[in-house]
């Protein structure tokens, strides 16, 4: 029986690989924000899956509240065998000069220093047991920069950046490193960078069949039954009806 760590999991990507894994025999630490949600996953996965599941109620842009719940763990939790880095939202949509400060922090506190607080916390636990593996939820917007994307690309760019730095850090301790960047996913992805508009938040699948959270989460399940000598460092997913962040065919 194997562990995954999945922050960011009370929705979209995070919600369906927490359910993927848990029919794949992982037990399961959950992180998120939202408790009502952690609590009703944990008792849907542990009732239908049979599974160990813990839940950690925080918001990763926290480092005091990461420690805690990290360093708060019992041994057998600690034996982490996946770290899923889930946790990401993009948040308005700008030219840089009509950005929201405020916008701009909540993703680089999310995307960028929440992503690092929990890497930090969990690849010692890896070093010391000499296997893990470490996936980076990215983005094409981690290579591809579109208009109004500024900071959330740039935050993007970032994991891609440290994806990399990633794999050749954990290269001698027998660590795997993933980054997976989906394109176009409906999932809450949009309704939170439009703040709540519903209209505004359908708008980027009208005509088109968009990627769906389970897709990644199948993509994550591939990456982590693959044999202990082969690693998937890179993987760009997106619809079929999208060839990039620039091109994208509606009916």
């Known amino acids: 029986m194997k562990f995954a760590l999945i922050t960011g999991v009370t929705s979209g990507i995070g919600r369906a690989t927490a359910i993927m894994l848990a029919e794949n025999n992982y037990n399961l630490i959950l992180t998120g924000r939202r408790n009502e949600q952690l609590d009703a996953l944990k008792r849907e996965i542990e009732v239908k899956y049979k599974r160990d599941v813990l839940t950690l109620n925080f918001d990763i842009r926290s480092k005091e509240s990461v420690d805690k719940a990290i360093d708060g763990l019992t041994e057998r939790w600690r034996k982490i065998d996946v770290l899923v880095n889930n946790a990401g939202l993009a948040v308005g949509l700008n030219h840089i000069q009509d950005g929201d400060v405020d916008d701009w922090e909540r ?44 900071v959330y690309c740039a935050s993007k760019h970032a994991v891609h950046a440290l994806s990399q730095g990633m794999r050749e850090d954990m290269l001698k301790h027998n660590i795997k490193v993933t980054e997976i960047r989906p394109g176009m996913v409906e999932t809450e992805f949009s309704l939170v960078r439009f703040k709540g508009d519903q209209e505004k938040a359908q708008s980027p699948y009208h005509g088109l069949v968009p990627l769906f959270a389970e897709d990644i989460a199948d993509a994550i399940l591939y990456v982590v039954t693959r044999p202990e000598h082969v690693c998937i460092n890179d993987m760009e997913i997106t619809p079929i009806a999208q060839a990039n962040a620039f091109y994208v065919f509606r009916k």
Do not use: C
Not at 113 to 133: D, F, N, Q, S
């Open 107 to 150: 993703m680089i506190d999310t995307n960028i220093k929440g992503l690092l607080y929990i890497t930090r916390k969990v690849a010692p636990m890896m070093i010391e047991r000499g296997k893990g593996h470490i996936i980076n939820i990215g983005s094409i917007a981690g290579t591809q920069v579109y208009e109004n994307g500024n």
